[in-house]
């Protein structure tokens, strides 16, 4: 039985899972990876009908937590990025790079990677230059409403959403702003609307069980090359964020408070590992 300390342990790392995951250019799924939670959670939801008795405390407080963190998120997100764009941007930006040697790991630097790896890296880099180069050419945004049409795009977000967390590196949020469908998003969510909630929900539902198949496919099969994807999407997902920042014509005081969370958030990535090695021990175990 779970302790009431590791419960809330499991509880707390889901909230922080999906409030990362709300912003566009952080991966919530890299910070599900530092706290070693990533590939049990994929493993579970790729045999969800098998596991779900299994390991139903474990899905049940990751999940509790994962949905409180996203809903909390979006309720604040976007008076955050209206009054503090800059200096959020150099937190998230920070929280990246205090990542990246916690990712490093998982490659199996041990091992040196191969052309394969190094060609998967790229790929990985590449990706999300492309979803750069949509996110800021694509000024247009969905408009959704109580009709068919919006019920369907409603779907098409949750799937993207899900798959998201399932891909370590890349941002759903980056994604959602590059086709125009991030804002809409924030809207729902925050202002609860159930009609198209709903929909939401299911293709979060659909995109979970059937991109984690692919997942836990890709990290039994090829582990090392699919952390070489996870770590050039990562990599590239700096870009994203600081175009996002640049693009605000920062003034100097923004830049000071920039500079500051850029540090904090390198700072809190650092104690965010190493609460993460810690945590996967007892995480993993079953």
Known sequence: M???????????????????????GVSGAVLAVCFGIYERLVADVADIY???REDFAFLMLVGTGLAFGIVVSFLGLEWILDNYLVAS?????????????????YT?????PSGTNIVA??????????????????AEE???KHDVA???WMLIIGVIFAMSHLAPGISGATVLLAVGLYPPLIHTVSSFDVVLMVPLVIGIFIGLIG????????????????????????IGSILVIIQEAVTANPGITDIALGAVALVAGIVISIMFSKMGRKASVENTAR
């Open 121 to 138: 890296f790229a790929v990985g880099v590449i990706i999300m230059c492309i979803f750069l180069a949509l996110a800021f050419s694509n």
């Open 150 to 152: 919006s019920i369907f």
């Open 142 to 144: 969905v408009v959704l």
């Open 108 to 112: 199996e630097p041990e091992i040196r």
């Open 89 to 105: 941007m150099m937190l998230f930006t920070g929280m990246i790079l205090g990542q990246l040697p916690e990712l490093w790991r």
């Open 50 to 52: 098998h596991k779900i």
């Open 211 to 234: 991109f984690a198949k692919v997942v836990h496919h890709a990290l039994t099969r090829y582990r090392k090359s699919t952390y070489m994807v996870i770590l050039g999407l990562t």
């Open 2 to 24: 779970e302790s009431s300390l590791s419960a809330v342990k499991k509880f707390l790392i889901g909230a922080l899972v999906g409030i990362v995951s709300t912003v566009p």
